[in-house]
């Protein structure tokens, strides 16, 4: 596939020069639309080695008005980034809406240079790409554009141009890390990036392949390849809702006939409060043990607490956290985004408050805010509700992969009982702050909301980060329940860390 | 000055069992309000070894509302924390307005581990409490609480902690990285504690000093001291404006005799087309090489930007930027704060965006827009903008002590050069945009923005982190000077580094 981008092409300096300047006014114009319509745009600069990925860059930051660009190399990485889940630092590094973020390699590097070190199976990297192409869609169907430009030449091209680089010794090949592995193996290097770009080459994000032996025909090409993609992203809806986005699956919509977990609990489980001091104090020094072993096992662990209004996850969180060394976990209240995380994808705030290795991040409420709350209240359209699920699973799914041990609790309660807690927040003095007009209000949208957890806890209990749906009429016994299940999870996790 | 704090305090388990339960509700209760009310409160942990330092933050997390607070030891230095200037780690940990940071040793660590190491002569410790104490009111002036609590006891009953902790192979004693060296020190620990307790219990931030033999009464004195300083606190005015703030000093308000840097500015220096591309090209050329010398040296470089609007700061950044690989800077555009920068203290949003070790930022516009705009606009208050030039000062010096080369650049244009500058923005296409009725109201305050500017620069100017005042009613001729400047500021700073 790569024969179209050795045909040499070329543009004369006088063609480069003309061109030039009503490219980079069209360029700045878009970038001001861009801002005013806040798409987010994540251009990848991808490509063959000494392709001169750097001087595109250079060349692109040029063009570009660079006070709304943010260019990442991910060459050097820190430990906080090794510390956490893979794509924490792309995360991390992903534009705001409205302005440009430059990636080197970005999410494509890795797998290639794993695979090209034999590190890794065909089959990885499969699975791999199959996990990018997810991560690209998500964005995009959140009002995102992604530029995919590959540069690439012929082998001879390439060789000529290591050739002229190692001469140079003032060039900043001789500063970059890099090594040298790629040009022995052009042929092989061309076989694994056919696959890599096919496999990629979607409809939403197709990959620009980029003759790279003519430098003016490179710039050239990728910023009038730039302005068209700009263009036709502005020419689209506005960023909010994509028009890309596929109609949202419609779920069954059987209310009377659908049974799950819920209607199978036992609610009426109860705990003395003898029996509970016991189990209690017992769980929670098994826990602060726990605890230090993940620390120094380096496994993190993520725990979600949802429930109704009034459930009880205050109580229960302040049982596990207690039994924790400060030092170990942070809690994170999730309550209106702030400006900085609504400018990115929805799960962008739960991706930045990621435990480093070793830690424990509660989440009181969490990212299934998006499939209750805003199902419920229409913030989220059926459309992005509903393909959350999906992305919410591969989120989990990465965590489990990268070692965090999750747990995730709803605490169920009956509507009865939150009526009784409810009255008795509003006598009790300290406790009357505890209850709003909104919570009233949510109650009365209580069968919407048990429609929603029941869709939740089916479609997004897995294997790797299974729902652990607590009775929690009585708050002894879902504390307790909550303890055990979270001593479970790390006590399995860690069983060869575990030192008696 | 310890020796009210090796008296034997204790309280009985049944006076603790009485005073706990309505302490923790007033204790709730004086949170909520300082969250309704916004004060940020820092909680500052420190003290000698085997006090139960950990078991004090333990309790507080467990008798406050965990939600609300951030716990941060600074055990865990990462590279990202190591290849910034020293105190970016703190202001990371500092809490949002209306939430509580409790932090373990906090900046008094540091200097105490690095004397007692011996690394550090007592006059470089005495700089270093003046910093603290610097600090400290900064963070006040601006509304925080800071709330520092150093834990004492006996050389018997430190002796004897010891044993029982070395004793208890689960305790966290054995997780947590730590040496015996103080407690075998006691005597000089104790001696250098007093100089720093005794140098930094300023009225503003006092010390507390909490016996910490029996855990009962430790944990009981910080609760209720906590208690009462909330307390006390919140019956002040509102924390934009603390009590505490001293009024500002009084500028000499005499602008017709008022001479400085900025009308000594020959305004008639220009340059032509021929030499312009001339020395662009030899200066970009030395700038690309100087900043990948200063990324294998490891310094950082601050380019602050500051200008009347039209003053051409973008198109000199842009051949500054031009310059540089673009790995290897990132600029830093300012406008209005987002919301989690408005909930901390003005300069947070600036030390968020220092550069690693080796990089560079550019700042278009910076933390002198206090002195500049929020002035002139009374967006900061007199008491707030007047007090800023020490805190400016101080920020920088830190900058450059910790390495980081600091360029700073007031593009000096004259009020004829800016109508004929806004005027050609009207009717240029693709710069209509850039003008705006603010701008016109702007230029309406020049002279009141031309004092700011006086000031500003005659109070900033610092050997560390002086002003390049430059000419720019010529955009060749002051884009050249820009370039100028920064590369003798490289060349010099990294004289030691460039291989030629």
Redesign the interface.
Known sequence: MFEAAKVGRKVSKADFKARVPALR?EL??AQ?QVAATGVPVVIIVSGVQAAGK?EV??R???WL???????T?F??E???DR?RPRYWRFWRSLPPRGEVG?L?GAWYQSPMDDHMAGDVSDSTLDAELSRIEDFERMLICDGALIVKFWFHMSERDQKRRFKALSRED?S?WT?LPTSSTFAAHYQRFERLAERVVRATDTGMAPWYLIEASNRRYRDLAVGETLLSTLRARLAQAGADEAVHAPGGPVLPNVAGARRTLLDDINMDQAMATDEYKRRLKALQAELN?LA?TA??AKRSTVLVFEGPDAGGK?GA??RV??AV???LY??I?IAAP???ERAHHYLWRFWRHLP?AGRMTVY?RSWYGRVLVERVEGFATPTQWSRSYFEINEFEEQLANAGVIVVKFWLNITKDEQLVRFKEREVTP?KQ?KITAEDWRNREKWDEYNDAVNDMVSRTSTRHAPWVVIPANDKLFARVAVLEAVTEALRTALKDDVTS
């Open positions: 006014a700045l114009e001001r750097g860059v250079d692109l930051n040029h008005d660079p006070r709304w660009v943010q260019t190399a060459w050097d820190s430990d906080e510390d430059v080197f003032r900043r500063n043990e230090w620390y120094k205050g969180i302040r956290t207690a060394d400060s030092r942070r809690t209240q702030t400006d900085e480093r009181d300290h702050h």
